[in-house]
């Protein structure tokens, strides 16, 4: 762990460790441990989804993959912040867990974070997973990694951690996996590998987007999600997710099956719990909009990467017109033009039919598209994403697709809602929905 932290988080750690151990000990839970450098958060709602069914499971909320947040989760509290009072309740809740009998969940799903070397050593050291989940592994986050090499490695110890009893379900299609299960000793750690690859034992192929049509031609009606075929051991069925649209995404899925087989459960009743998995708020999600369009809400955040894999869905989607609602990708240093330039190639290569551009970083897409002679009635610049919003309100027609997606910062969320046809659910359909978050106005940035 660093070495930059107060001493009185350091005090509050131990605490909480100590507090944790005691619980884990007292009620003896199945955990499975989840990271990566991407999909974590996705993988663990799957898990949840499948697993939930069955057992009595919790799993961690908001940001609680930390050294505190993991520690909260296992005692079952919210973090008591900078209120004596606050952490005086989490202090008495433990206890009466402790001393008390309690119908404590029969499954912990923990997804562990990791932003420096040593960090899930750290957690590892007091939280022991019957299953280790590694979802991917990239450069994304680098800062206190020398390389990728290290990332590989920080990751790699959830799965190092697991007794001779444990199981390590990990993506096989990722390479620094690859190479990890192949240099690993079998005897050591036992793998269930997912992926699309020939390779993988949990393997999905056949990825096809499902439409509402009555006589099942492709592109006939409204969009309903993806169905792909799941492969294991000589077994191949149909599974349908209906609230997910982008490949990748049936990464999630994926280890969730491994994580149902391990748990017992069989094929059939693990595609069912699948066909109501969502992914988390803000994740290419599937939402009704207004005048029977459809929005996929990628708003959570954004990246060059991210941008182009929603783009590549977008264009796969073979219903109405393809709108894409793009705010600025922050923090991309000198990347920043080029970047945005490449979302504005992805559209143009997807033949998308109307572009929002919202925020000043925005223009270098809108010079792409305006070199490539796109229309420029079709092209629409906003800095504000509630004025984008009331913009696309007068613009949508019946059987539209809109990808609304873009950094933190830029609030995209307000453009979905906007234009989504129950508005006041969007505490449970949106990111930043809290009281903090709503109160908190848009500034450009």
């Known amino acids: 762990m660093t070495n930059n932290k107060a001493k009185k988080l350091i005090l509050l750690e131990k605490a909480l460790k100590l507090m944790a151990v005691l619980v884990l000990k007292k009620y003896k839970p199945r955990v499975v441990g989840i990271t990566g450098s991407i999909g974590k958060t996705s993988a663990k709602e799957a898990v949840f989804t499948v697993l939930a069914g069955h057992f009595r499971v919790r799993k961690n909320e908001k940001n609680y993959n930390n050294e505190v947040g993991l520690p909260l989760t296992i005692i079952g509290a919210e973090s008591g912040e900078k209120s004596f009072i606050g952490w005086l309740l989490v202090f008495l809740r433990w206890l009466r867990i402790l001393i008390f009998p309690f119908k404590y969940p029969e499954v912990l799903i923990l997804e562990m974070g990791a932003d420096r070397p040593g960090d899930i050593k750290y957690l590892t050291s007091f ?17 206190f990694f020398k390389n990728i090499e290290g990332v590989a490695a920080e990751k790699w110890v959830l799965a190092e951690s697991l007794d001779e009893k ?3 379900a990990v993506n096989i299609d990722n390479p620094q996996i690859l190479k990890k299960v192949k240099s690993s000793p079998k005897e050591r750690i036992s793998f269930f590998t997912f992926g699309f690859s020939e390779e993988a034992e949990i393997r ?3 990825v096809l987007y499902n439409y509402s049509s009555e006589n099942g031609n492709e592109g006939a009606g409204e969009l309903k999600g993806l169905s792909f075929k799941l492969n294991y051991k000589g077994t191949s069925i149909p599974v349908r997710l209906n609230n997910v649209l982008a490949r990748h995404n049936i990464y999630a899925a994926l280890a969730a099956i491994s994580a149902g087989i391990a748990f017992g459960l069989n094929l059939v009743e693990i595609g069912a719990a699948l066909a109501n998995f969502s992914m988390p708020c803000g994740r290419m999600n599937l939402i009704s909009g207004i005048k029977n369009s459809q929005i996929i809400d990628d708003t959570y955040n954004s ?5 182009l894999a929603a783009l590549e869905a977008l264009g796969d989607i073979k219903t109405g017109r393809k ?5 600025d990708m922050l923090e991309l240093g000198k990347n920043t033009e080029t970047g945005h330039k490449s979302v504005a190639k992805k559209f143009l ?3 998308g039919d109307i572009f929002f551009a919202v925020g000043k970083r925005m223009r270098f897409a809108i010079e792409e598209l305006e070199k490539n002679d796109f229309p420029s009635d079709r092209i629409f610049t906003f800095f504000d994403p509630e004025k984008a919003g009331r913009k696309l309100q007068r613009i949508i027609k019946e059987g539209d697709v809109v990808l609304v997606k873009g950094s933190q910062g830029m609030r995209m969320e307000k453009i979905v809602e906007e234009i989504m046809v129950e508005p006041e659910k969007s505490g449970n359909y949106l990111c930043r ?3 903090a978050w709503k109160e908190r106005p848009w500034r450009e940035v």
């Open 323 to 327: 709108i894409a609602v793009l705010g």
């Open 166 to 168: 444990g199981l390590a």
């Open 204 to 206: 999905a192929t056949d």
């Open 349 to 351: 290569e997807i033949k």
């Open 303 to 307: 990246s060059p990467v991210s941008a």
């Open 433 to 435: 929905q809290s009281l």
């Open 127 to 143: 939280i022991k997973s019957e299953m280790a989940v590694i979802t991917d592994i990239s450069s994304s986050h680098l800062e």
